[in-house]
């Protein structure tokens, strides 16, 4: 399974393409609501050989009859070069689709966004040609959802929302309302929101607390995520399963033998999960003169 925030942070677009209306309001800036949508290839790659391609490209027609181009850009941290790139993205699909495109940076970390927010003018002094405006959505202006009623009310916004507030010290708070909100909603919204909370907080702590929320109860999940879950569940059954019938083995022989065995023998035994281990305490037991002397050397 992909576990890349950058993913999840353009792909909840993809996948939710009204949510953009809703985050803009949050921006202040308002766009009517989508009433089609259609996923744009997301190569810009002109002839020459250089490789462009935005993350996420959507063409949205709205209720005004003004469609536009938006355009996505998961940023993880700054990237000079990247001003150059997104003023490139913009005057491209301009060129190309003759639609207003719009630029929405979703960041994970207040700094970079408040980079990617500058207007960067794009000419000399005197007078700019350009001014690269986006609209950027990070930890600093998406709104903190740890009510479960509140992210019932927009289950995709909240899913951006723990994303965008992924390093949050609340994050768990945040978490257990979105994952109790999404119980309730049908299996066919929950799965891909499932899965891009889990790719959005990528290789933080937060992710196994998102983990152990998905697996306290799997019945209401299917995705690739609860599988996974599943799967683990079944592996560390059987593994323990297997430790367990060893361990007797190991007892059985000894007692067999008619070799005492202390309680703390017994209990050093049956407590233990390493297979390695338990496989070499069963081959000393064959012949060890004493329960202790099975863990000879160790």
Known sequence: MVSSPHEAMHRIFQEHP???SRVSEVLGVTFS???SVTILPTDLTESRPVERRVDTLLRLDTEDDQPLLLAVEAQGKKDLDKHASWSYYLSYLYAKYRVPPVLLVVCQDRATAEWAARPVHIGPRQWASLTLRPLVVGPHNMPLITNTAEARKDLALAT???ITHADDPDIGAILKSLSAALREAPESLTGPLVELTAQGMGKRPA?????NLV???LSFYTS????EIREEARTKARTEARAETRAEDILLILEQRGIDISDDARERVTSCEESDSLREWFLRSITASS???IFAGE
Do not use: K
């Not at 992710?207 to 983990?211: E, F, G, S």
């Not at 690739?224 to 599988?227: G, T, Y």
């Open 215 to 217: 697996a306290v109860d």
């Open 160 to 162: 951006l929302s723990a």
């Open 18 to 20: 009204g949510l953009f």
């Open 33 to 35: 609501p989508p009433t």
């Open 291 to 293: 329960a202790e002397e």
């Open 224 to 227: 690739s995520l609860s599988e």
């Open 207 to 211: 992710a196994q607390q998102w983990r």
